[in-house]
């Protein structure tokens, strides 16, 4: 397996201090930094090697992990976030993946689960738990008239994103460049408002373009 790093935001000491333990036993993860807060975190992200993971609370002091992944999303765009929390609320969880959280985990997932979930989002996927997954599929399922102006090809790349291909994959199918592939993503997150490929993909199912 490609190692990588992860970055742990969680204010339960004791969660916090077995949660990493947990993780460095893994040959492939380096647990390299832990943060009780958004503040600290957003202060070393700014200042450090960023990691490539973060594993985030949403109930946490000072800030909110929904502020914390907003605010961290304009400072280092490509660093993924997996959202790991007790809450499971509608409401926390879509706003949670509308402001770029690329999965949506509950605490009362064992070891092996987080650890699968963040080998899913670094190799470009997406991780949720079933109990989130049947929110998002719910709320896809809802009808949504909302018009994005999208393009056809803007279309197409949502339609490739949804089937769970990166974006080397869908410049192979569609015939273009790497580069044109993110310059339409890029619209896409214009258009629909949102931080992440889950969030495009769960707006547009909704609006009924996939």
Not at 157 to 173: N, T, W, Y
């Amino acid at each position: 397996m490609i190692p990588f790093t992860v970055w742990i935001v969680e204010d339960d000491v004791g969660y916090r201090r077995n949660l990493r333990l947990s993780l460095q036993r893994e040959p492939h993860i380096t647990c390299s930094r832990v943060f009780p807060s958004c503040v600290e975190f957003l202060q070393a992200i700014k200042a450090e090697d960023k990691p490539d993971l973060i594993l985030m609370d949403l109930g946490l002091p000072e800030m909110s992990g929904i502020d914390g992944i907003r605010e961290l999303k304009a400072i280092a765009p490509d660093v993924a976030v997996v959202v790991l929390t007790v809450f499971e609320d509608k409401q926390k969880v879509l706003k949670a993946l509308e402001v770029g959280a690329s999965g949506y985990m509950l605490k009362s997932a064992s070891v092996k689960e987080i650890v699968t979930g963040l080998g899913q989002v670094f190799y470009g996927g997406a991780s949720l738990s079933p109990e989130v997954a049947r929110i998002v599929l719910e709320e896809m399922q809802r009808p949504n008239t909302a018009d994005y102006t999208l393009s056809d090809r803007e279309i197409e790349v949502l339609q490739q994103l949804a089937e769970g291909l990166a974006l080397k994959e869908i410049s192979q199918h569609l015939h273009i460049s790497r580069a044109t592939v993110a310059f339409h993503l890029g619209n896409i997150y214009r258009k629909m408002e949102v931080q992440s490929q889950t969030g495009a993909v769960a707006k547009a199912m909704r609006a009924g373009l996939i």
